[in-house]
T-cell receptor, first 116, second 112 residues
């Protein structure tokens, strides 16, 4: 069974450009999470969805960040406009279970974003 | 409230044991453990849901002490493949339904 799929794996863009990160969760998983990881701040939750509905977006840094999950097999994280401080590795993870925190989270390989 | 992991780093030789602790200031509902190798994604190891629960497979196990609001990860007879950063993630008892908050991680280096 395929794991969580993310694309692109690497993205280099200039400040001010729009960036879209994509994620395909594991089939049958009800929860989808977007994380950002940097050396300084560690692993931070940005937003999570349950059955395609955004539940908690309190971790989204600012209005430049937006996330959607139009169906059970696809989610996007968009940054517009991008800034150098957005440079990080962005992970998508999915989880089964009847409640968040009950099922283990399975991470995708991540997208390494560099904003110059 | 971010859980606190200790120690921050551990250096071992193959065959030695290690314990990594994860403490919270809040009553815990669940504790997750993940391992991340350099340049890779975190990998789920195990989840503990009940106070006093212990889990494990192979030579990696964990316990959950609800009273102390703490979980410990035990790595026995370490192997080179155990090297990486170990993260605990917790959900608080009075915030069931909220997502995990991860600790800052413990870096484990195993040498031959």
């Amino acid at each position: 069974d395929a794991g969580v799929i993310q694309s692109p794996r690497h993205e280099v863009t200039e400040m001010g450009q729009e960036v879209t990160l994509r994620c395909k969760p594991i089939s049958g998983h009800d929860y989808l999470f977007w994380y950002r990881q940097t050396m300084m701040r560690g692993l931070e939750l940005l937003i999570y969805f349950n059955n395609n509905v955004p539940i908690d977006d309190s971790g989204m840094p600012e209005d430049r960040f937006s996330a959607k999950m139009p169906n059970a097999s696809f989610s996007t994280l968009k940054i517009q406009p991008s800034e150098p401080r957005d440079s990080a590795v962005y992970f998508c993870a999915s989880s089964p279970g009847t409640g968040v925190g009950i099922g283990g989270q399975y991470f995708g390989p991540g997208t390494r974003l560099t904003v110059t | 409230q971010q859980p606190v992991q200790s120690p921050q780093a551990v250096i071992l030789r193959e065959g030695e044991d290690a314990v990594i602790n994860c403490s919270s200031s809040k009553a815990l509902y669940s504790v997750h453990w993940y391992r991340q190798k350099h340049g890779e994604a975190p990998v789920f190891l195990m989840i503990l849901l009940k106070g006093g629960e212990q889990k494990g497979h192979d030579k990696i196990s964990a316990s959950f002490n609800e009273k102390k609001q703490q979980s410990s990860l035990y790595l026995t007879a370490s192997q080179l493949s155990y090297s990486g950063t170990y993260f605990c993630g917790t959900t608080a008892r009075n915030q069931a339904g909220t997502a995990l908050i991860f600790g800052k991680g413990t870096t484990l280096s195993v040498s031959s």
